[in-house]
């Protein structure tokens, strides 16, 4: 089973990854679009009127799926930014009861908004939702992705919390003491680290 949860998480960065790459590349011929039509109307006095229809609204789109789905496999690396001032205060039994608290209020807020989502998505096809501009994409498409990236998170959430309450180390906490450990070995900048432990 953790093998196949390590796996859901990956994929889950990857395709986040994938939506970056359409990102830079649906921009990067818009740019390389925009600049030939420049040098067209420079020689012949006008613009062709080259330009990817709703690109800036597929740039969007993307960056909203990017985002969503890259948000459990970041939580999994420890790479979600967590202030732990007061935590490094209090005794390590204090330590683990803020942990299993927190990561319950994780589960249970990210478990509501999946909900959510999977609301608005029902309401887009419902009601035909589309996007404003002049390629109508059905809203149901954007929004399914975001759900999906936030069911993936709800399920990492859940993972360190039953983790957490069977005695382990959650793996917020172990992707925080990996970035220490390279910090401290001089793979990365001190000061790049959050908790300044």
């Known amino acids: 089973m953790r093998r196949a949860l390590d796996r859901l998480y990956e994929v889950s960065g990857l395709i986040a990854a994938f939506f970056l790459i359409l990102i830079c590349t649906v921009v990067t011929a818009q740019v390389?679009?925009?600049?030939?039509?420049?040098?067209?109307?420079l020689l012949t006095g006008s613009a062709i009127g080259l330009v990817i229809p709703s690109y800036?609204?597929?740039?969007?789109?993307?960056?909203?799926?990017?985002?969503?789905?890259?948000?459990?496999?970041?939580?999994?690396?420890?790479?979600?930014?967590?202030?732990?001032?007061?935590?490094?205060?209090?005794?390590?039994?204090?330590?683990?009861?803020?942990?299993?608290?927190a990561a319950l209020i994780a589960t249970l807020f990210s478990a509501f908004f999946t909900w959510y989502m999977g609301g608005l998505v029902q309401e887009s096809l419902q009601f035909g939702d589309v996007t404003s501009g002049?390629?109508?994409?059905?809203?149901?498409?954007?929004?399914?992705?975001?759900?999906?990236?936030?069911?993936?998170?709800?399920?990492?959430?859940?993972?360190?919390?039953?983790?957490?309450?069977?005695?382990?180390?959650?793996?917020?906490?172990?992707?925080?003491?990996?970035?220490?450990?390279?910090?401290?070995?001089?793979e990365i900048p001190r000061d790049a680290t959050d908790d300044g432990r």
């Open 32 to 41: 390389v679009l925009n600049t030939i039509d420049r040098i067209a109307g």
């Open 56 to 101: 800036s609204t597929f740039a969007g789109l993307f960056l909203a799926a990017s985002t969503f789905f890259a948000l459990p496999y970041a939580f999994r690396r420890g790479a979600h930014i967590r202030v732990s001032l007061v935590l490094q205060a209090l005794p390590p039994t204090a330590q683990r009861g803020c942990d299993v608290a």
């Open 134 to 186: 002049i390629v109508p994409v059905p809203l149901w498409i954007p929004q399914s992705a975001m759900t999906l990236g936030l069911a993936i998170l709800t399920i990492a959430c859940l993972d360190d919390f039953l983790t957490l309450m069977r005695g382990g180390e959650a793996a917020f906490n172990e992707g925080g003491q990996q970035l220490l450990k390279q910090a401290d070995e001089g």
